[in-house]
């Protein structure tokens, strides 16, 4: 028998045993995800709110922060791709928040020191509404905003 499938099917048979420890609720869940929920701040329903539960203060407007590959109008709400890149140094984190959606926020990247800030993702959106991209940079927020226009709504609209 060789070496190398013997080893796979090790593998595979501790995962499966992990795996099945875990739906039985044997096995308690990992404490990384409870602390990286931040349920209120994918509550809030306002720019405020959000920035707030976030940890920080009103945010400042700034030019710095552009919008790339992201539509003027999105032809189906359920798949509207969104991009921003950062020129703010020091940049910490980058969110994505959706005015009209039941849930403002819709996503937060970290990123780590060293990195280009830029990301591209994708996202719903239930109505035609302003995106914001909300930079925490050296401890500060700043903001910036476009609107898209959606002619299908994403949210089960």
């Not at 791709?81 to 928040?97: D, F, M, N, Q, Y």
């Not at 109505?127 to 299908?152: H, P």
Request: with cysteine; hydrophobic share 40%; glycine share 12%.
């Amino acid at each position: 028998m060789d070496r190398g499938r013997r080893k796979a099917l090790k593998s595979g048979g501790g995962l499966t045993l992990a795996t099945l420890l875990a739906a039985a609720g044997w096995l308690p869940p990992g404490r990384a995800q409870a602390e990286g929920w931040n349920k209120s701040a994918f509550e809030a329903h306002s720019l405020g709110e959000s920035v707030k539960a976030l940890g920080g203060s009103d945010p400042v407007q700034s030019k710095d922060i552009e919008f790339f590959q992201t539509p003027e109008i999105a032809e189906n709400g359920a798949v509207v791709p969104v991009g921003v890149t950062s020129r703010i140094p020091k940049t910490e984190s980058i969110a994505i928040l959706i005015e009209k959606n039941p849930n403002m926020l819709a996503a937060v990247f970290d990123i780590p020191p060293g990195t280009e800030p830029a990301l591209s993702t994708r996202v719903k959106m239930a109505q035609t509404s302003n995106v914001y991209a909300l930079v925490k940079a050296d401890g500060r927020y700043y903001v910036a905003a476009k609107e898209i226009k959606v002619t299908l709504g994403g949210c089960g609209g």
